[in-house]
């Protein structure tokens, strides 16, 4: 079946650094890639998405590439800030009814 | 920018008791979900509802647990007799369009599940 394995977390970073999630799929089929976002206290956000092999999702000054050859869809900011403090969750979709099978979410902390 | 609320934010139940978590989706949205996340665990997908009927559910989603749209809004979740493990965040979600994320599925802040 299909599942989305992403890097445990939590990642502790200062501010201005580099950030990378990896996020690795198995799918059948060709699925849709999403990031979603939860801020504490809040529900999950859409960040970013890619539908197809080599497309590019960018939200915020994330980004995310779509890898096919290597069904991977890591997410990347240059440089976070404190406010991307939250959990981070890779997710497919290969369902006509749009059903999401997510990660088991990444906590990213930022200090300042 | 419209929103899905869900309602009430956290709710304490006996088990073995019923329980209904109530969702109002995006008013011009047709495709509605109901998710879960137990704690320390994945968020899982439990049903997918369009035209009045259940369009897909899971393994999770079993006689205990019903959906239904009673008046054209809300978007509701039954969990008939309460059990320990039904303790969990509870998230709505609907869409504009059905499909593999051409349309993306906007979520509420969820109902916290707490079973006793």
């Known amino acids: 079946g299909n599942s989305v394995t992403q890097m445990e977390g939590p990642v502790t970073l200062s501010e201005e650094a580099f950030l990378t999630i990896n996020c690795t799929y198995t799918?059948?089929?060709?699925?849709?890639l999403f990031w979603y976002v939860q801020y504490p206290g809040e529900g999950l956000q859409l960040l970013l998405k890619?539908?197809?092999?080599?497309d590019k999702g960018s939200n915020k000054g994330f980004e995310a590439t779509y890898r096919k050859e290597t069904t991977s869809f890591h997410l990347e900011k240059g440089s976070v800030q404190v406010s991307d403090s939250a959990v981070y969750f890779c997710?497919?979709?290969?369902?006509?009814?749009?059903?999401?099978?997510f990660g088991a979410g990444t906590q990213v902390v930022v200090t300042p | 920018e419209p929103e899905v609320t869900q309602t009430p934010s956290h709710q304490v139940t006996q088990m073995g008791q019923e329980v209904i978590l109530r969702c109002v989706p995006i008013?011009?949205?047709?495709?509605f979900y109901w998710y879960r996340q137990i704690l320390g665990q994945k968020v899982e997908f439990l049903v997918s509802?369009?035209?009045?009927?259940?369009?897909?559910k899971s393994e999770i989603f079993d006689d205990q647990f019903s959906v239904e749209r009673p008046d054209g809004s809300n978007f509701t979740l039954k969990i008939r007799s309460t059990k320990l493990e039904d303790s969990a965040m509870y998230f709505c979600?609907?869409?504009?369009?059905?499909?593999?994320?051409?349309?993306?599925?906007?979520f509420g802040d969820g109902t916290r599940l707490s079973i006793l």
């Open positions: 979600a609907s869409s504009e369009v059905r499909g593999q994320g051409n349309q993306p599925q906007h």
């Open positions: 799918a059948t089929g060709y699925p849709s």
């Open positions: 890619a539908t197809k092999a080599d």
């Open positions: 997710a497919l979709s290969t369902d006509s009814w749009g059903k999401l099978q």
């Open positions: 008013s011009n949205h047709l495709y």
């Open positions: 509802f369009y035209n009045n009927e259940i369009s897909e």
